[in-house]
DNA sequence: CCCATAAGTCAACATATGTTTACTTGCGGG
DNA sequence: CCCGCAAGTAAACATATGTTGACTTATGGG
C-alpha cells in the first residue's frame, strides 16, 4: 500500500550526506539513539513505546531489542551519550563564558541540541543501574561546572560551591523542560538573546567567577 | 491470610486525629489524592499504576474510577490541588521573604509539603486538559511572583520580569526534582540553612526587589 | 555470478494495566 | 431493631507494550 519506493532523494538540499545507505548497522543504531533521547526527554520513559521509537527512526522494533539488547538498555546508551555530549559542549568552556554558553545551548531551536540532552537527565526508568549512570554524569557535570568556578574537591569552603554548582544545575534542566517540554509562554518562546541575560545574572550571583 | 484485623491504632503518637472512620467517602477520596500525588510527583505519571495509588492509600482500585472517573481524572485533580496549595503557601508571603518561604518549604523533610508539589508540575500524562490546567497554574504563581517585584501586565518594559519570574520558577522547580526524584548528593541532603543562601542569591539575581 | 551472512521484518506471546461489572458489607435513619 | 443505600471489594476484560524467534532480503567477497 503505497510502497514509498527508495526514491533517491536527489540530494539538493541537505548540506549532510541524507543518503541512508539501505543496510548499515551503525547508521541504524545512530538513528535509534538519536529518536530515542528526543522521546525520552520529551515525554520521559515510561511513556514512550518502543514502537515510537522504531518508527521514528523509520526501523522495525525488533532491532531496539537487538542492538540495545531492550528499552532499558537503549535508555541508559541516551544517558551515556548525554554525558559524552555534555562534557564535550561544556568541557573547554572558559569559566566566565559559562552562561552565554548555557544560554546558547539552551535555545537552540535545533531540538537536537543540549536542550534535550539536559531534559533527559531528569527522566528515570525506575531501573538501578541507568539512575546510577544519570547519577554519575550530573555529579561529573556539576564538579566541572564547580571547578571552574574555584571549587578543589578537599578544600573546606569548597562544598559550598559544589552545592551552588548543582542548583544552577538544576536551574537549566528546569528551565529546558519547561521550556521544550511543557512549553510554557512566554518563557518557551524567548530567544537566545532573551535569555543570556537573566543567565548571566543567575549564573554570575550563585557562582561568582574565582577572583575579582 | 494475615487478615491484619481493623487494629484501632489506640491514638497515642499522632497529634492528628488518625482515627480513620471505617467508612468515609471524603476521607478516602483525600487519602487517593495525596497518595496519587506522591507517586506522580515522584515517579512520573506514566511509571505511576493505579494499583499502586491504590494500595499507598489502602483502599480498593476501583475507587479512583469511582471518584475521579479515570486516573486522568485523578491526575488533574492532583495539579488542581497543587495550584491550591501553591496559591496558599505562597499566596501572602511579603516580596522580600519569597527566597526564604521558598527554601523552607522546598527543603521541608515532609514528604508532603511543597516539594512534592512543585515536581508535580513537571510531570506530565499527554493529555490536553491536564496540560492546560498544568499551564494555568505554572502562569498563575510566576504572574504572582513576577507582580511581587514590580511586574505589571501591560507595562513597556515588564514582560522581563515575567519572564525572569519563570526561570526562578524553572530553578525551583528543577531544584524540588533533583533533590527528591533524583536524590543527587549533596543537593539532596542539604538544609534548609544550606539552601536559604543560596536561594536568595539567585532569586534577588533574577528578580531585584522593585526599589533599591 | 553466487551464496553465506549480516541486516532487517513479521507475527505471535506473555504480561501489566486501566476500567467495568457484579457482588458484599456496614452504617444510620425510621 | 432492621433494612436501604452508600462505601468498598473482587474478579474479569480488553488492550497496549516489551520481547522473542522464525523468516526474508540485500550485500559484498570469492
Known sequence: MTAEPPVPPSSDTAGEPAQRRRRDAAETRQLLLDAARQRFARDGYAATTVRDIADDAGVNVALISRYFTSKEGLFEACLRAAGDELRRTTGQTPADRVPETIARHIADPAAAGLSSQLSLL???SGDAGADEIRRGVLVRSSEQLA??????????????????????????????????????????????????GPLRDLVDALLPPPES
Open 122 to 124: 531528569l527522566r528515570s
Open 147 to 196: 571547578a571552574a568556578r574555584g571549587w578543589r574537591p578537599g578544600e573546606p569552603g569548597s562544598d559550598q560551591i559544589l552545592l551552588r554548582a548543582q542548583m544552577a544545575l538544576a536551574a537549566g534542566i528546569g528551565l529546558a523542560v519547561l521550556r521544550s517540554s511543557i512549553r510554557l509562554e512566554p518563557l518557551s518562546s524567548a530567544t537566545e538573546q532573551d535569555l543570556v
